[in-house]
């Protein structure tokens, strides 16, 4: 039996995991579930799953966790250090799939007790990689990547031949916006945001989809995940989400993974790792499919993209900074307190408005997530006014 926690059990890459975990109920025992405030579903998949902990980050939520979970033996508990201390619970493998930067001290909790972490919370890297990193070492945890690219890439290196990596090419679906003019971007609604042509997701990572945000993130990502310098990152458009990303060797070979694009195959990788698992994906039909189409990404229409290269050079508080303001930026855009074209322009004025040192520690980096958010906030506001 494989012991496994699912920290952001409610979520859509937590549904996706707990799918493929209650295939296989003679394979998999759960330990710990986590939710941020949706207690119901929580206890139901605690049920379902007969989970020994189910945590609920919003502490407010806990006495209808605990009414849902009555009788059942299943413990519960609630607030942030409760999710931290369930992400320490003995287990063997965790899944780090909350949104946002509150994943960050979750997955860092699991990473030191030396486990496998499949990590799908990229904005804790992208705030925090080199620290993170640093722990995995340390502390002998494996660190498997569960974002459909990085897991691609992952797929495609050769660990025979580690030093021969030329370029990493992500692969971008460019959004329900790729081919919108930008004098149109200005009246798009989170409804038509969160629409992704290919991928059913969270509502943050739809609309940084939608932004281009998500690939600037992920280029931040692979950075710390894969032994390249930020030259040798590309992103490529491809519309159809087919190929999921590619390797390039210094002889010119390209290695790419290709699917169906739906979140269970690379969880499944990561589930059986260094194994495969079966798992009930749409098999890919390449004839029925026809082409598959690439072009450049567009930097003036998508202007996250740029500043998210230009934070994974700078390096770092840089990256730190972007994501608070973009987790702000986009919150606001989800309230409809801002536009979609302003997401971009609040992350830009942060980074113009503040540039601290690069923080050494998970408390610093911390620190400078709360600042970038204050400023991200009193940028919103004028947008209000
Ligand atoms: P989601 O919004 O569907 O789920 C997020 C989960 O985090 C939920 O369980 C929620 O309850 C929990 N949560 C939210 N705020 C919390 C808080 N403050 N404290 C504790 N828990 C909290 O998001 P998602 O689409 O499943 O994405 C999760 C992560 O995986 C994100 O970092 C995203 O970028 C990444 N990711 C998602 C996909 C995808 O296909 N959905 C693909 C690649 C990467
Ligand atoms: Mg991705």
Not at 309 to 327: F, M, Q, S, T, Y
Request: hydrophobic share 50%; with cysteine; charged share 20%.
């Amino acid at each position: 039996m494989m012991r496994i926690s699912i920290l952001g059990a409610t979520g859509s890459i937590g549904s996706s995991t707990l799918d493929l975990v209650e295939r296989d109920p003679d394979r998999f025992e759960v330990i710990a579930l986590t939710a941020g405030s949706d207690a119901a579903r929580l206890a139901a998949a605690a049920i379902r799953t007969n989970a020994r902990l189910a945590v609920v980050a919003d502490a407010r939520k806990l006495p209808e966790l605990r009414d849902a979970l009555a009788g059942t033996g299943i413990a519960v508990a609630g607030g942030d250090d409760a999710v931290c201390d369930a992400a320490r619970l003995d287990c063997d493998w965790t899944m780090a799939a909350i949104v946002g930067c509150a994943g960050l001290k979750p997955a860092m909790a699991a990473l030191e007790q030396g486990r496998t972490v499949a990590l799908a919370n990229k904005e804790s890297l992208v705030s925090s990689g080199t620290i993170m990193m640093a722990a995995a070492q340390r502390y002998g945890a494996t660190l498997l990547p569960v974002d459909s690219e990085h897991n691609a890439v992952f797929q495609c290196l050769d660990r025979t031949a580690p030093r021969s990596v030329s370029r990493i090419i992500l692969t971008a679906s460019g959004g329900p916006f790729r081919t919108t003019p930008i004098e149109a971007m200005r009246a798009i609604t989170p409804e038509q945001a969160v629409a992704h042509p290919n991928w059913s997701m969270g509502a943050k990572i739809s609309v940084d989809s939608a932004t281009m945000m998500n690939k600037g993130l992920e280029l931040i990502e692979a950075r710390h995940l894969f032994p390249v310098a930020p030259e040798q990152l590309d992103v490529i458009v491809h519309r159809q989400s087919v190929v999921h990303s590619m390797v390039e060797y210094v002889d010119g070979s390209v290695l790419a993974q290709l699917g169906t694009p739906d979140m269970r195959t690379p969880i499944a990788y990561a589930l059986a790792w260094p194994d495969r698992m079966n798992t009930p994906c749409e098999r890919l039909d390449l004839a029925t499919i026809g082409s598959l189409d690439f072009e450049a990404p567009d930097h003036d229409r998508f202007p996250a993209l740029r500043l998210a290269k230009e934070a994974l050079v700078a390096d770092g508080a840089r990256p730190a900074i972007l994501n608070a303001a973009n987790e702000v930026a986009v919150a606001a855009f989800l309230a409809r307190r801002v536009g979609f074209l302003e997401i971009a322009a609040i992350v830009a004025d942060t980074l113009d408005r503040y540039d601290p040192a690069a923080p050494e520690t998970l408390d610093a980096v911390l620190a400078i997530d709360a600042e970038a958010r204050r400023i991200a906030g009193e940028r919103v506001k004028d947008c209000v006014a």
